[in-house]
């Protein structure tokens, strides 16, 4: 659980893992060490989700050799065909930090309700879980955002757990369709006022405040999109927190 039972979300816009000289094989990116670090936990207990991916089981082999030299427990909770724990509710108790992997952030919230995991992350996260994820994995705990579940497209999306009251946008300065998107869907009140996060940059939430930026990025950033009183949005730059491991 996290230090002094604190509830952390730690939202990543991209860059969770990066590639490695041996092929196939990735590595945990700094923002990784930052979520586990959050536990204060010697060796921590990381569980991890794809259900925004149809639980690939590819992606599950690679991250679990992704953290095979890391002090860390891995585990992971499948829904296709079923869950693959008797109390999925129990089993995320029992972890130290949670992560969701990107894919369809749509298929992925309509699971989690028919299973009842939204409400069993809502208990995690009060219990002092570490809730993390990157794309659809950090839109999921917002509101909602900007998605191409239905298609290449992006459409805004308000199906999120609404554990934090706001927006949120992702891959934000790698994906033209964004930023625009997220500020016409605020602008008309379509989504929440809310955070973005760029390439390499993750946004850290105590409780549902916002508490800094951290990139592995030095050019990344996160931001903050308000409504101004003129019918639009205002945009203000946040400077993160550079992470050296």
Known sequence: MSRLGQSHILAIGGGSFRPTPR???LEPSGLLRYAL????QDRPKLGLLATATGDDA???LKMYGA???WDVEVTHLTVFPMPNVDDPQEWMLEQDVIYVSGGSVANLAALWRLHGLDEAFKEAWRAGVVLSGQSAGALCWHVGGNTDSFGPTLRPWAEGLGML???CGVH???DPQRRALLHESIASGELPEGYAADEGVALHYVGQEFIQAVTVDPAGYAYKIERDDDGGVKEFR???RLLTT
């Open 67 to 69: 953290f095979r030299t």
């Open 172 to 174: 934000y300065n790698s």
């Open 238 to 240: 946040i400077e993160p």
């Open 23 to 25: 092929y196939g094989f």
């Open 37 to 40: 670090d959050l536990t204060g």
């Open 165 to 167: 009251p706001y927006s």
């Open 58 to 60: 590819d992606w599950l």
